[in-house]
């Protein structure tokens, strides 16, 4: 039998709920009826994903017809990879700052996500688009309005 | 409110709040303008560039993005069919049809006047009303206040379309997202690991934006992008209204107006509902209802109209009693927080000044808005040719540096890349986004207020024991269980038709 995705996302909410409940259960100050302390707001929210999780696992068991699909598995793939190319730039800003990474990153997606949907580019478009992209974010933020983008720890 | 008049327009002779004024109403036409974007992203990205400017000057900015995305949002929904944003659903029904009988031009011209009309007049009505609103909460307690904060929760739950476990769960991920770092009152540390980076919560703009913004971004990527197709700017000159028109549809503008302007101050509602709202009653109180959805002028209007008018309605309830009225407001209430300026009944008394140059500067920006759609509009088409493998690795990049510029280290970009997970989880499970918005900005002003009346009374029965609180509460319940009760009342109808 395939599971559902709203089975999928019921249990997924259910453990959600019950870890919180495990650390709300850890507070020091005691849950009283006369004043419920920090486990209040907290506490519903755990009870709300304990019900709603068993009511929506509860749905997904009477669902008839099959989940539509939400992304295909290119469509996962493509998401992944943006996702991990993220996580890489932010990790490689900390040690070359913003101005060094971004452009590259800019590249970089502006290259795949065109190449991904079939868009012909051509290459000094995308290179000038990601320098001056960059250029003009950094500019926005930090000599225009004053705040700071990483700029490095190799250059600090 | 004449004594802060001064005040107000010395902030508009400022050339810095005058530029940011019109950069910031063209940034958010254009976002609302593209399908998939909206004013309220553009709020979110950019609410980071306003830590560095004074309270004023940040107002008259993220104002200007704001009403500039609820107001371009309807040349998505006439010149490709595909809303803008969810405030202009109804637009495309009539809006594109009118375009494709070669009348594109009135269409426009009928949704950028309507716009106009519903935020330049909801902006007055606002002005006048807020303070009455503000002077009656003088009378409300923390009881009234946490009830109020719960009908602001649950009512959007009740409009929620299809699954009501979904809208539920994902106020209860708000909820607990917002109980992160020191608990008031108790200073009872929650959930933070003994991770510093914790301690003071998790940060609007980085759960916010990670959750809705760069998940978006991705999944939009992941389900394929797909190229609005080309508009001819041909036929796209003048003004493209008669007088005849205003008198034609005279009723259905003041019909609209109201509808949106009441919606709009309903606690957790806005111009998502307020479009298809209107949109019924214009074609209920059409004489030629078989029209809409063929390319009705009135069909146009109605949205039109509504959808703007709710942005007066829901600074209403901002201003005078701290409560959002939709998810833009409570991302403004979160901003203006920062600023030092808690809204609420005692603004009125301590920054009356600010809350007039809220109101003023939404006028100020329809007539700007107005303004250069007017001159703009022959360009309107262009906007919608922004390639899409340009325009999102720029929007990434603006969200991963307003995250490290909201919070001055790069631990919290980490943690809004791990927020895009949770999105991305979410929206693959089909848990909606604006329960989660406003339950984590109404979340902390409701355990206080909640944390409070216990305090007071010891007993949880004082929240239905007193008059105004209890009727909030039970409308709250009546929110919640709103889905049991329409399906009861169908079977129960459906049972006496077929004896």
């Known amino acids: 039998m395939k599971i559902k995705r709203d089975q999928l996302t019921g249990v997924l909410l259910i453990l959600a709920g019950i870890f919180f409940a495990v650390l709300i259960s850890q507070f020091k100050t005691p849950f009283t009826a006369s004043y419920p302390g920090p486990a209040l707001l907290p506490g519903i929210g755990v009870f709300g994903l304990i019900v709603c999780g068993a009511g929506i696992f509860v749905n997904g068991c009477r669902q008839k017809d099959a989940d539509a699909v939400f992304l295909s598995k290119a469509g996962w793939l493509r998401v992944l990879i943006t996702f991990v190319v993220l996580c ?3 990790l490689a800003m900390k040690y070359l700052g913003y101005l060094i990474v971004t452009p590259f990153l800019l590249y970089g997606l502006t290259t795949y996500f065109a190449k991904a949907s079939g868009m012909n580019t051509r290459l000094w478009v995308r290179i000038v688009f990601s320098i001056v992209v960059a250029v003009a974010i950094w500019a926005m933020y930090v000599p225009l309005f004053g705040m700071t983008l990483p700029e490095g720890l190799l250059f600090e | 409110m004449i004594e802060y008049l001064p005040y107000i327009l010395s902030q508009f002779i400022v050339p810095e709040n005058v530029a940011l004024m019109i950069a910031g109403t063209f940034v958010g036409i ?6 998939g974007l909206s004013g309220t992203m553009a709020v979110m990205l950019f609410m980071p560039l306003t830590y560095s400017m004074d309270h ?3 107002i008259i900015f993220l104002l200007s993005l704001w009403i500039g995305g609820c107001s371009g949002a309807f040349i998505g929904s006439v010149l490709l069919g595909i809303p803008g944003s969810a405030s202009a659903v109804s637009t495309c029904w009539d809006g594109h049809p ?3 009988q070669g009348k594109a031009s009135k269409a426009l011209a009928i949704g950028m006047t309507a716009s106009f009309m519903g935020t330049f007049f909801s902006a007055l009505f606002g002005g006048f009303l807020s303070e009455q609103v503000a002077n009656f909460a003088f009378a409300m307690g923390a009881w009234e206040y946490t009830a109020l904060c719960l009908v602001a929760m649950t009512m959007v739950l009740a409009i929620s379309k299809g699954n009501m476990f979904k809208g539920l769960a994902s106020t209860s991920i708000g909820l607990i997202l917002a109980s992160v770092g020191y608990s008031p009152i108790d200073a009872e540390p929650r959930f933070i690991f003994d991770n510093i980076y914790l301690m003071g919560g998790l940060g609007m703009i980085v759960v916010l934006t990670g959750i809705f913004a760069v998940s978006h971004i991705l999944i939009t990527f992941g389900k394929g992008f797909v190229e609005n197709p080309k508009v001819s700017k041909e036929g796209l000159k003048g003004y493209g209204l008669t007088p005849r028109d205003f008198k ?8 609209s107006f109201f509808i ?10 806005g111009s998502g509902l307020s479009n298809l709202v209107a949109y019924s009653s214009a074609k209920n109180a059409s004489k030629h209802p078989e029209e809409y959805g063929h390319g009705a002028e009135g069909g146009v209007w109605a949205p039109e109209v509504a959808n703007n008018a709710s942005i007066g309605g829901a600074m209403i309830p901002m201003a005078a009693l701290g409560i959002p009225g939709d998810s833009t407001t409570a991302l403004l209430i979160g901003a203006l927080t920062i600023h030092g300026l808690e809204m609420g009944p005692m603004v009125f008394a301590n920054s009356g000044n600010v809350v007039y140059l809220m109101f003023f500067t939404v006028a100020l920006v329809a007539v700007v808005v107005f303004i250069m759609q007017l001159f703009g509009k022959r360009y309107f088409p262009y906007i919608l040719r922004v390639p899409n493998h340009y325009m999102y690795p720029a ?12 919070s001055g280290n ?7 890349m791990f927020f895009c997970f949770v999105g991305i989880l979410m929206a693959a499970g089909g848990l909606p986004n604006s329960p989660l918005i406003l339950a984590f900005i109404l979340g902390p002003i409701m355990e206080k207020n909640m944390l409070k009346a216990f305090q007071y009374s010891g007993t949880w029965t004082s929240f239905f024991t007193r008059p105004v609180s209890g009727i909030l509460m039970v409308i709250a319940i009546l929110c919640v269980f709103s889905p049991v009760i329409q399906s009861i009342y169908k079977r129960a109808k459906k049972s006496k038709e077929a004896v």
Not at chain 2, 248 to 255: D, K, L, M
Not at chain 2, 395 to 406: K, M, Q, R, T
Not at chain 2, 410 to 416: P, T
């Open chain 2, 98 to 100: 009118l375009a494709k």
């Open chain 2, 395 to 406: 929007l990434l990049v603006i969200s991963l540096a307003s995250a490290y510029v909201d």
């Open chain 2, 248 to 255: 034609n549809e005279a009723g259905n503008i003041i019909r």
């Open chain 2, 260 to 269: 949106g302007l009441g919606i709009g101050f309903l606690p957790g509602m």
């Open chain 2, 410 to 416: 790069l631990y919290k970009v980490g943690m809004m």
């Open chain 1, 88 to 90: 890489v730039y932010v």
């Open chain 2, 56 to 58: 004023a000057t940040a």
């Open chain 2, 30 to 35: 254009i976002f609302g303008a593209i399908p």
